[in-house]
Each structure stands twice: as C-alpha cells, then as structure tokens.
C-alpha cells in the first residue's frame, strides 16, 4: 500500500498550503540533506509562481533571510541576503546585485497542485533522514 500522508508522486514532499505563501511576502522554510548535511532551504511565490532554493547566498554560504521567513526585500520584487545585501531574481535565483552579481541561487523543484505546495527532491538536494 502506497504511503499517501499528503504526499504526492514518488518522494514529494509537502511544504505548506498554497495559501501560506503570499506573493512577495514571506516565504517556508524547511530543510534538506546535501550530502548527507541538513541545509536550510525555503520556498516563496513570485509571478503568481511558488519558487524553492537553497538558503544559502551564492556569495558566502549563510542563509538569506534577516528575520525567519523573510526573504524579499522591500519592493517585493528581488530576494534579497541581508548580510550584504545581494538581490536576486525570485523566479531564476540568478544574482543582479551586489557581491556575487552572475551566480546563482540553487533552485529546488517545487510544483503546486490542488491547493499544496511540494517539494520534489533530486540530486543532490535529498530528503533529510528521518
Ligand atoms: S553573504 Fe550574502 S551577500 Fe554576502
């Protein structure tokens, strides 16, 4: 029998109600497994679009978000590290500001059905153990 507890496909993962993610407002933090490594990782909507990545900036690997759950800046249109201020394209995670202007965040899969948000893991962003 098939494990169905909000699940959906092979190794979906639930992140939260649709609902809970407000364009450009706060976003979902949960965590995934890098190697074997817990690595924060977040989920936002932008565009109408529910966009996941890793919680790390492309400059120096620290998370982004100044206060939990907060990674748009105050425009609402770019995320933004608040340790030194890079700002990012929410929809490709691409850098277009500040000290590692070109790189990129690390983008999860995320799909969006029936009123939920899943996050899909593969390589090499698994789901953490237990
Ligand atoms: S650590 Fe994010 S901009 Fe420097």
Not at 43 to 66: K, S, T
């Amino acid at each position: 029998m098939p494990d169905m507890r909000g699940e959906r496909g092979a190794g979906a993962r639930r992140r939260c109600a649709a609902d809970e993610l407000a364009e450009g407002g706060g976003g979902v933090r949960f965590v995934v497994a890098v190697g074997g490594r817990p690595v924060s990782a977040f989920v936002v909507r932008f565009d109408g679009i529910a966009h996941g990545y890793l919680n790390q900036c492309a400059h120096v690997p620290m998370e982004l978000d100044w206060q939990e759950g907060q990674f748009f800046e105050s425009s609402g249109l770019y995320l933004m590290c608040a340790t030194h201020g890079a700002i990012y394209a929410p929809d490709s995670g691409l850098c277009v500001g500040g000290p590692c202007r070109g790189a990129s965040l690390s983008k999860l899969r995320i799909e969006e059905r029936d009123g939920n948000v899943y996050w899909l893991p593969e390589s090499p962003y698994e789901a953490p153990a237990g």
